[in-house]
């Protein structure tokens, strides 16, 4: 059965102050116990030597067992709502892709 890969990647805007950009980890990591459609969670911050980040440090990946789980389960959910509202104060881009293992 191949498994439906959710990408997150975040730029913070410049100055973001680091407590600021913690709660936005520190909620992320916490998703995975309020919705049980996320079947396995990781995230690490950049740390590539190639130099091609354009400036996009933290890297979040969530696995789902169906696009259907995330379309259905995730992304519409209020604790993912809510986790989306603290963004705009702190991040500059975001770049999501998606795939099937």
């Known amino acids: ?6 990408i997150v990647i ?3 805007k410049d100055g973001a102050p680091a407590a ?5 980890v520190d909620a992320f990591k916490a998703l995975p116990g309020k919705l049980p459609a996320v079947k ?8 590539s030597p190639e130099g091609l980040d354009q400036g996009f ?3 979040f990946t969530l696995t789902f067992a169906s696009k ?9 959910e209020p604790a993912h709502q809510e986790f989306v509202k603290m963004l705009p ?11 099937v293992a």
């Open 1 to 6: 059965m191949s498994s439906y890969r959710h």
């Open 10 to 12: 975040f730029k913070f």
């Open 20 to 24: 600021k950009v913690q709660g936005v």
């Open 40 to 47: 396995a969670f990781e995230w690490g911050t950049n740390v």
């Open 57 to 59: 440090t933290h890297v």
């Open 68 to 76: 259907e789980a995330l379309e259905k389960h995730y992304l519409h």
């Open 89 to 99: 104060d702190v991040l500059e881009k975001a770049l999501v892709v998606d795939y």
